[in-house]
Structures are given as C-alpha cells and as structure tokens.
Nanobody
Framework: QAQLVESGGGVVQPGGSLRLSCAAS????????MGWYRQAPGKQRELVAR???????IYGDSVKGRFTISRDNAKNTVYLQMNSLKAEDTAVYYC?????????WGQGTQVTVSS
C-alpha cells in the first residue's frame, strides 16, 4: 500500500528557512514524478515544485529562486528546501507522487511563517 509521510513543518519567522521531507513507501519510488503542493486557508491547492526522475523541475512563480526540490532515490525521499520564507508561504504543504494514471498524496504538514 502506497504511503507518503511528510515531516519538517513548523513555525518560522519571516526570512527564515525550513526543509520539508516526504518519505515514500509501497511504491517504486524512482519511477515516480514527485512534487510539493500547498493550500492556504480559503485558497485552492497550488503547485509549489515538481520534479521528474529525469531531473526536470518546475516551480510555482511565487517560490522561484527561494525554494528547491530534490530527491534521494536511495532513501525514497523527496525534499523541499524553503529559504527566505514569507508570511504568504503559510499553508499546509502536501507531497505528491505521480506515475502514469497512479497518483498519491501525503497527509500534509503545516508551515506557518510569523513573527
């Protein structure tokens, strides 16, 4: 059974950094395209960053230059390094795995940017 478990969320001051992790199990991790999405209260879920196992990555416009997605296939884990955090980055962050018609989501981890 596929499972994605996020960790690393928390409260951070504006300008600070956090690194989110998403550990996958029950899937052939290396063939899946992994990504991060977020959803703030009252807003739709939006793309934060998405990569493929071929090394291609895309970022949401609001996080370009501040966030970096990476993966470690040996650990079945995808990361999101978030720097220069802003109040508007406050949201629940979700890990996503996609391959052909198969798609899985994690339960989400809260990130709050506040002074």
């Amino acid at each position: 059974q596929a499972q994605l478990v996020e960790s690393g969320g928390g409260v951070v001051q504006p300008g600070g950094s956090l690194r989110l992790s998403c550990a996958a199990s029950g899937i052939s991790f290396s063939i899946y395209a992994m990504g991060w999405y977020r959803q703030a209260p009252g807003k739709q879920r939006e793309l934060v960053a998405r990569g493929t196992n071929g090394g291609y990555t895309i970022y949401g416009d609001s996080v370009k230059g501040r966030f970096t997605i990476s993966r470690d296939n040996a650990k079945n884990t995808v990361y999101l390094q978030m720097n220069s955090l802003k109040a508007e980055d406050t949201a629940v962050y979700y890990c996503n795995a996609r391959w052909l018609a198969q798609e899985y989501w994690g339960q989400g981890t809260q990130v709050t940017v506040s002074s």
